[in-house]
């Protein structure tokens, strides 16, 4: 008989993992948004729930922030003033909402959304998406 050999994640995605699960939905991260841009990065906010997260799901459901001001948008950008880690002030893009690799997720987290800016995040999402109350 030949020995088993055990089988161990690398450290580096049992870090990554172990990270992931604990972003908090509300809660703005760094992430590589395009797999084939090396080091091209911006800030996200998680928008799926909790339990899906610490489900393990290979994807992760977040809207991407910009600093850029964007006329005709507004209904669909929730303003994020700059505090904590989070440096500049940003936009949540309602309208392009994605899903991401958890291996895509960098530091964080720079802020946690206050209960206001999630309602208006999740209000901006059901309009962008066409749901009731949107």
């Known amino acids: 008989m030949s020995p088993r050999r055990a089988t161990r994640k690398p450290p580096r995605l049992q870090l990554q993992i172990e990270v992931v699960a604990l972003m908090r939905r509300g809660e703005a991260w760094v992430a590589r948004l395009n797999p084939n841009q090396v080091g091209k990065e911006r800030p996200v906010v998680m928008i799926q729930a909790d ?7 290979a994807t992760l459901l977040v809207v991407s922030l910009t600093s850029q001001r964007r006329r005709g948008a507004e209904a669909l950008r929730v303003p ?55």
């Open 80 to 134: 994020i003033p700059a505090r904590d880690r989070l440096l500049r002030e940003c936009w949540a893009m309602a309208e392009q909402p994605r899903a991401l690799d958890r291996n895509r997720i960098g530091e964080g987290p720079l802020t946690r959304l206050s209960a206001a800016e999630m309602a208006a995040l999740e209000q901006a999402l059901r309009a962008a998406l066409g749901l009731a109350g949107g």
């Open 51 to 57: 339990a899906l997260t610490e489900a393990g799901l």
